[in-house]
């Protein structure tokens, strides 16, 4: 019986064995209406990108030694561009591994969030034994249960055995010599054998059972192959699950039948902690065709076909910059505006996707950051100010006792587009300088991850924002690591019912952990350095929560656009050659799922990190910007599925897929869904907020309202990012 909501798969994604959602990032964004297509340029077939990449194949050649180059681009780049250097010189990749400080570094990350997790996994138990009610076995039933207790205070640990090409994994629940407690009330009915003076007779009764299942720990082993670039499950073994099962009751009658009691309520007791360990082996087994090894998914299409000539992207850009700053930034946070008109032109009437604000917000403060640093540009200054500005009220609007902690966005509270915010389950307000503001919480990894790549990005770079930007992240940060890398609801947030209900943790997300531990560094130090020479130990390890993430390519795609953005910012921040190095191994292997994506922002990361392939990356993201230069702006119908010129096959999403949020339901089991066999050209690809964050083989999409326009951060990032780093001119 594969129940959706069940421990190991909820422990699973806390350590990020599986492939976990980060918690909706579009909560309480409104859905756009259905509008008029205005139509797309065509391309012929599938795509996939040509030039350099690292991990673009399963096999790649030996590092050769590098010859020094000048570091082209922005000033601020040199040491960057120094360590990148050197790291490469040093030889072939780094070996993927797994080594004892660093999985100590993972475990600990785990156990400074489990006081938190701990009371979620406590209710989804409790609610997986509340769906057992009714099940029968040698005729007696599960009537009723009540007073549920776990005592899951020992957190999850990874074991694993010495490095070698074979590296065994063990995940432990809890980890030894940890133990689980559950108790629980319950009813049973049925016909029971009595024996009643030396004679068994079968009787039909009803009576109370005291439960205690004491010394629970479920053990799941793992082989993974790392003798090549890409990581390959050798042998997933079957979940090993030990517990003992105690049962006393009330009514004499039962005396003597703990034996049959057990017999009858073992499997539901497992059902309640277990399947999801069954489950989650059996996932793992199914998934090792879709693991990035020699042959990932989308590749083998037509090359993208090479454009002659296209826009001046910078004089491109820089109208949509101006027009992103007039149009889109009401509140000094970035969302999509809606026109009284379609298509182009009008005045903005509304505005949408709110809960993505803070991501998106980031996005194009990163952009901005680039080019003034770039080119000094005092438009791109006076944007950057704008949404630091809007940052400071996102983390302090929240109310006591969650001060510090990040919103999704703000609005003054007597504002008519704040109205619908009030509409929203994570919807509260809070006081900021004597000023109301309606705000949005359930604030989700994505929220975080886009903030600190933006702040991070602007205090880098631009030198005259430091002393507004290191109070924001020093209270951002300070929350994060006060409360175990967990975030919580708002305290008045309409959704917040018990008034202490979390919305997401870091556990899983070891990578965005050690970038906002490395960008508080780069801040303050004294403050933050501790912290970042603990999580700086996870480095040699980054690589499998890359990997796990990896195994589903379409599904939760956005996933690779965070990952893109922590990634950025360690490599542009790294010092150690050796500690760059692991972030080449975990670049190599999120490329080997997406360097054939045809996507220019992930592109001018990899340029970033290997300084000599910038000049040929910087010509594949502007072949890649013009193709983007033939999107609408606005809202259109993508209709590739009945395009006959695009291949359409089956996918299967497999893996376990969760928000990882009390809120909200995991997803489990096969979701075929129809997708394009190869990349769908750039110009046909569905509307969204950010292009590259949406999966290429997403065939319609549903943002079609050709009144709605969104910011054109898709094409500032990649460009400005290219541009400072000298791989376009």
Not at 34 to 57: E, L, N
Request: negative net charge.
């Amino acid at each position: 019986m594969p129940y959706p909501q069940n421990l190991f798969v909820i422990c699973l994604l806390s350590l990020g064995l599986v492939a976990g959602c980060s918690q909706g990032g579009s909560s309480g964004s409104s859905t756009a209406t259905t509008g008029t297509s205005t139509g797309g340029t065509s391309t012929p077939g599938g795509t996939t990108s040509p030039g350099p990449t690292i991990g673009a194949t399963a096999n790649p050649s030996p590092v050769t030694p590098v010859p020094a180059v000048a570091p082209p681009g922005s000033a601020t780049n040199l040491p960057q561009w120094q360590t990148a250097l050197a790291a490469l010189a040093m030889g072939p990749p780094v070996p993927l591994r797994f080594e004892g400080p660093a999985v100590a570094a993972y475990n600990q990350l785990i156990a400074d969030a489990w006081p938190h997790v701990a009371p979620r996994i406590e209710s989804e138990v409790e609610a997986a034994l509340q769906q057992q009610i009714g099940q029968a076995l040698n005729g007696i039933s599960l009537l009723s249960l009540s007073s549920v207790q776990l005592d899951a205070a020992a957190s999850p640990a990874l074991n694993t055995s010495a490095p070698a090409p074979t590296q065994s994994v063990l995940l432990q629940l809890p980890t030894a010599p940890g133990v689980w407690q559950l108790e629980f009330d319950a009813m049973v009915g049925g016909t029971f054998p009595i024996n009643i003076g030396g004679f068994t007779q079968n009787i039909t009764l009803q009576a109370p059972l005291q439960v205690v299942v004491q010394d629970v720990r479920a053990e799941m082993p793992i082989d993974v192959d790392l003798s090549g670039p890409i990581p390959v499950i050798g042998n997933a073994g079957t979940p090993q699950i030990q517990l003992q099962i105690v049962v006393s009751s009330s009514n004499p009658l039962l005396n003597g039948l703990g034996g049959l009691l057990t017999q009858v309520l073992d499997p539901i007791v497992r059902a309640a902690l277990t399947v999801g360990a069954y489950y989650a082996q059996w996932q793992l087994g199914q998934v090792q065709g879709m693991l990035p090894n020699s042959t990932q998914w989308g590749q083998g299409g037509q090359p993208l076909p090479t454009l002659s000539n296209g826009p001046n992207l910078d004089s491109l850009a820089s109208v949509i910059a101006d027009e992103l700053q007039l149009n889109h930034m009401p509140f000094e946070m970035v969302y999509p505006a809606v026109f009284d008109q379609p298509h182009s032109g009008g005045q903005v009437v509304e505005y949408r996707h709110w809960g993505d604000s803070a991501l998106w917000t980031g996005g194009y403060l990163a952009a901005e950051s680039y080019r003034f640093d770039h080119n000094g540009d005092p438009r791109a200054l006076a944007g950057a100010q704008r949404l630091v500005t809007g940052y400071e009220l996102c983390s302090q609007v929240v109310p006591a006792p969650q001060q510090g902690l990040l919103a999704r966005t703000t609005m003054p509270l007597g504002s008519p587009h704040a109205l619908p915010l009030a509409t929203k389950g994570n919807y509260f307000t809070g006081t900021v300088n004597g000023q109301m503001y309606a705000a949005l919480g359930d604030t989700s990894r994505d929220s975080y991850t886009g903030t600190m790549f933006g702040l991070g990005q602007a205090y880098h770079r631009i030198p005259s924002l430091r002393g507004q930007i290191a109070p924001i992240v020093e209270r951002l940060l300070t929350y994060l690591d006060t409360h175990g890398w967990t975030v919580y609801k708002a305290p008045n947030q309409t959704n917040n019912l018990t008034g202490n209900e979390w919305s997401v943790t870091f556990s899983q997300s070891p990578t965005a952990v050690l970038n906002f531990a490395t960008i508080g560094n780069m801040i303050d130090p004294q403050q933050f350095g501790a912290m970042h020479q603990q999580m700086a130990g996870l480095s040699s390890m980054l690589w499998f929560p890359t990997w796990a993430s990896a195994m589903e390519i379409h599904e939760s795609y956005y996933k690779f656009n965070l990952g893109h953005m922590n990634l950025l910012s360690l490599l542009e921040l790294e010092t150690d050659p050796d500690r760059y190095r692991d972030y080449l191994t975990v670049l190599r292997v999120m490329r080997n799922a997406v360097a054939h994506h045809d996507n220019p922002w992930f592109n001018a990361v990899n340029g970033v990190a290997l300084p000599p392939q910038a000049v040929a990356t910087g010509q594949q993201v502007q072949q890649e910007l013009w193709y983007w230069s033939q999107r609408p702006r606005r809202g259109f119908v993508a209709s590739n599925s009945t395009n006959p010129n695009i291949a359409k096959t089956t996918y299967v999403a497999n893996l376990p897929n969760a928000n990882n949020s009390p809120s909200s339901p995991f997803v489990t089991g096969p979701r075929p869904m129809e997708v394009a066999v190869y990349p769908v050209p750039i110009p046909l690809r569905p509307n969204t907020s950010f292009v590259w964050s949406s999966s290429p083989f997403e065939l319609d999409g549903y943002w079609a309202d050709p009144k709605e326009q969104h910011p054109g951060i898709d094409l500032l990032l990649p460009l400005y990012i290219s541009q400072n780093h000298g791989m376009l001119p």
